[in-house]
């Protein structure tokens, strides 16, 4: 069956070190894979996509990895700051379902 | 605007109420949905509407019942719920239900539903 895997546990980092989340997921072939951010008690807020045939991608502090022989995100916020805190969710299609299906998201906290 | 709004913010009902959540966004997206997100879980997926009519139920039961009265407005009715069905509600929007097209979704905040 199809499964997509988050770090459930908090991670947990200081200001302006390097935050890396990760997304591993079987029994998929995604033609692209997306990331949000989700607050406490608040709808998803999306990030980035990334397709298929891109290796990385870039916004701001952010940047995505995606290996497809891995079949692996990595999600990383340079410089974090503490409103960066909150939790992370990767996302895949589900061409089965025609729906994007929502890995169960790893929190970070960034402290002062 | 790129905003979805939901209300109401909060609910509490009982088993035996009948209630409806709405959803409205103005960007013009023709796909909207349902998810049900439990503290700590992502978001699951409930019902997906394009172009106004029902796309996707993902085997929910019929005490949700969905209505999409035109391409902007979502409700969800709920009638003879279980505590078990306390959770956050989100809508979102997307432009085109079709995954091949890589949409993104845009959420509301959620209603944060409480059945006594």
């Known amino acids: 069956s199809q499964k997509i895997e988050q770090n459930s546990e908090a991670l947990n980092i200081q200001e302006g070190k390097t935050a890396t989340l990760t997304c591993n997921y079987t029994?998929?072939?995604?033609?692209?894979l997306q990331w949000y951010r989700q607050d406490p008690g608040r709808g998803p807020v999306f990030l980035l996509l990334?397709?298929?045939?891109?290796k990385e991608k870039r916004k701001e502090r952010l940047k995505v990895t995606f290996d497809t022989t891995l079949k692996q995100s990595l999600f990383h916020i340079t410089a974090s700051q503490p409103a960066d805190s909150a939790t992370y969710l990767c996302?895949?299609?589900?061409?089965?379902?025609?729906?994007?299906?929502f890995g169960s998201g790893t929190r970070l906290q960034v402290q002062p | 605007d790129t905003e979805v709004t939901q209300t109401p913010k909060h609910l509490v009902m009982g088993m035996t109420n009948k209630k409806s959540l709405k959803c409205e966004q103005h960007?013009?997206?023709?796909?909207m949905y349902w998810y049900k997100q439990k503290a700590k879980k992502p978001p699951e997926l409930m019902f997906v509407?394009?172009?106004?009519?029902?796309?996707i139920n993902e085997s929910v039961p019929s005490r949700f019942s969905p209505e999409c009265p035109n391409s902007s407005l979502l409700n969800l009715h709920l009638h003879a719920l279980q505590p078990e069905d306390s959770a956050l509600y989100l809508c979102?929007?997307?432009?085109?239900?079709?995954?091949?097209?890589?949409?993104?979704?845009?959420f509301g905040p959620g209603t944060r539903l409480l059945v006594l």
């Open positions: 996302a895949l299609p589900d061409t089965g379902r025609r729906a994007l299906t």
């Open positions: 960007m013009g997206h023709r796909a």
């Open positions: 990334i397709r298929e045939n891109e």
């Open positions: 509407y394009s172009y106004e009519k029902l796309s």
């Open positions: 979102a929007s997307s432009e085109n239900h079709g995954l091949a097209t890589q949409e993104t979704q845009y």
């Open positions: 029994n998929y072939s995604p033609a692209y």
